[in-house]
């Protein structure tokens, strides 16, 4: 199943502080199998509402711009729901809601893939939201999915997000899945959970790649 996702090493999932601690809901997924040793899980999604935007002209910045937006009110919301924590861009566009929607607390990970066609970040909508209650967007750039049964093998490290970095966890995730019986049938995607703000040696990385 192709997933079009994206994660942040320059962006800020935010209630974050420079030692890592944070308030942001995280994307709930069941433990098949673990490998302390090498900070290995297998893992199922049973279910995920993901919200999606391109990487394109100004890549990271305008897709997070994009969808900081929605998650802000650009939706056809009529409730207002109340963020579970701030989100830190460094930028102006930050303010730029329009609160004429639903407000929705951001959830991590945000999610990135750069493989597959066009790069696409990807916000988890929190728990409770289903395809159905999931406000539409009113930007058309933002677009709404369902994702179900994702299994994975993910590697969690700590550092930056940078090439060499992921390159490195990548190729001992590549190596424990084909040693341990499973195939893989997805690109691998970056997964942050910390804003720049967090020292890199306290930040949670991820790197996930698609398993039977």
Known sequence: MKLLLFVIASLSLVGCSVFG??????????????????????????EMILVSAEMSGEGRN???RKLF??????????????????VFMGQAEQAE?????????????????TKAGTPKMSFVMPAEF??????????????VSELKNYKVAAI??????????????????????S???YAAIGQPVEAGYNGPMTLPMLRRNEVLIEIK
Do not use: C
């Open 130 to 143: 289903t395809l159905q209650t999931t406000p539409r967007p009113t930007n058309p750039d933002v677009t």
């Open 179 to 181: 040693t341990n019986g």
């Open 21 to 46: 601690q944070s308030n942001v809901e995280t994307a709930p997924y069941t433990l098949l199998k673990a490998d302390p040793e090498q900070n290995i899980e297998v893992r199922i999604y049973d």
């Open 62 to 64: 305008s897709a997070f």
């Open 69 to 86: 937006r929605y998650i802000s009110g650009e939706n056809e919301g009529a409730n207002e729901i109340s963020m579970t924590a701030p």
């Open 156 to 177: 969690t490290f700590s550092g930056t997000l940078s090439r060499r970095n992921v390159a490195k966890h990548t190729e001992v995730l590549t190596n424990w899945i």
């Open 97 to 113: 809601s329009n609160n004429k929607g639903t407000e929705i607390a951001m959830t991590a990970p945000v999610f990135m893939e």
